[in-house]
């Protein structure tokens, strides 16, 4: 459990020749990128701490644990290649026994500048699997037993995920085949409307849940995928959770009662708990901020924890970071700009920020999870603030392990 994990080296495509089989860029540093931030501890509460990832399941519901470029303005051009570099070295000190990998789809831009193309994901989780079996210390996760014996046996358990249904198009069947590849999570859409139902990024939030996409939620049901509503509007995550006969996720997100940024309403967090889903907190690029804490960080994410841990109870909390080994707000600048011919439509609502306090600078990153291996900083808080360790045990996997036992 989160210990020390069997690491043999290998390198992302060490089987090919880099030059020669693929395009080579120079990737983003594993280590060190920014200035590493772990919260501080006590001697006593260190000692709690290496003994509480020694005797747990640390489960991470959302992230991108690959490599990119150092220098962004090249991101789009690697994603054009079709190869993502996961940063298995870097895996393997991140103390993580199971890591839900949300591939970069709406970036696989093997054949368009749109993303979300069936052929693209196929040839991306493909790849990457090739990749994957040119290893042994993580492993494609597919069961619950996977990650417990990833856990037993210094490993990390591997679940690839699609942020989006989008590429399944018209298509039930493409569900199976997706499950079939080893897919064990499906988001709905991804921000923009799609066949299934109201994406979290449109100007007008009042569509819901198609005919289609109940018929794809009783699909994904029979076949055991998980589902997740991370970026639909409000009204569609409802309406998927009560479509639904399994328990439904949204692997990263927010209280928008606090918070700004990436979040749902209190209607919708109360909705996973009374239907014994899961909030995983999430806070990609800037980060969940709140009125206390305007510049995103540890602390502004773990206001947000503290807040749904109160509201749904402490059961239906998790964790999804979304981060990656890169400059996360430097993706967003690049990836962005490749939308052309995106208009501005009238009456989209904006968010005024809030204020930085004077004296307050914003880094750039979320400090304190600006990476997978800061994810031990959620636990080494909630120490540091006085929570049990069974309170810990939960956020940090138990609660995933319960819900993916009844889902997959």
């Known amino acids: ?32 990128r920014v200035p590493p931030f772990i919260v501080p501890l006590s001697k006593t509460e260190e000692e709690r701490f290496e003994e509480f990832v020694e005797m747990n399941i640390l489960v991470d519901l959302h992230e991108h644990p690959v490599l990119w470029p150092e220098d962004m303005s090249k991101a789009m051009e690697l994603q054009h290649m079709g190869r993502d570099f996961t940063a298995y070295e870097a895996l393997s000190k991140a103390r993580i026994d199971c890591v839900f990998d949300n591939l970069m789809n709406g970036t696989a831009y093997i054949t368009s500048y749109g993303g979300w193309k069936w052929n693209d994901i196929i040839h991306d989780i493909g790849i990457r699997l090739c990749d994957l079996h040119h290893q042994s210390m993580v492993i ?5 037993d996977d990650i417990r014996y990833a856990a037993e046996k210094g490993k990390v358990a591997m679940v690839l995920c699609l942020e989006s249904a989008t590429p399944i198009e018209n298509e039930l069947d493409r569900i199976d085949i997706l499950h079939g590849i080893g897919v064990r999570s499906i ?18 939030l009042d569509s819901g849940l198609t005919d289609f996409g109940y018929d794809a939620i009783k699909r994904m049901n029979k076949v055991g ?68 804490h305007p510049v995103g960080s540890i602390e502004s ?7 749904c841990i109160d509201l ?12 990656l080994y890169g400059n996360h707000q430097g993706l967003y600048e690049h990836w962005f700009a490749r939308r052309l011919g995106k208009q501005e439509r009238p009456g989209r609502r904006m968010q005024e920020p809030w204020p930085i306090p004077e004296g307050e600078v914003d880094p750039g990153y979320v400090e304190g999870l600006e990476n997978p291996n800061e ?6 808080w909630m120490i540091k603030h006085g929570y049990s360790d069974a309170e810990i045990a939960k956020i940090m996997g138990q609660n995933a392990i319960r819900m993916l036992e009844k889902v997959w």
């Open 301 to 307: 994410y773990m206001e947000c924890v503290a807040y």
């Open 187 to 204: 988001g709905i859409c991804y921000s923009e409307s799609n066949m299934l139902g109201g994406g979290m990024g449109e100007t007008l």
């Open 1 to 32: 459990m989160g210990k020390k994990k069997v690491y043999d080296g290998y390198k992302a495509y060490g089987y090919l020749e880099a030059g020669f089989d693929y395009q080579v860029y120079k990737l983003a540093k594993e280590f060190n």
């Open 312 to 323: 749904m109870g402490v059961d239906y909390v998790g964790c999804g970071p979304d981060t």
């Open 140 to 144: 494609h996760c597919k069961t619950v």
């Open 225 to 292: 995928m998980l589902i997740d509503v991370g970026h639909t509007n409000d009204r569609t995550a409802i309406e998927t959770i009560e479509a639904s006969d399994k328990p439904v996720y949204n692997s990263h997100s927010g209280p928008a009662a606090i918070a700004q940024g990436h979040t749902n309403g209190d209607e919708v967090l109360n909705a996973f708990a009374e239907n014994d889903g899961l909030l995983a907190v999430g806070g990609a690029g800037r980060g969940l901020r709140t009125k206390k």
């Open 375 to 380: 994810f031990v900083n959620i636990a080494r």
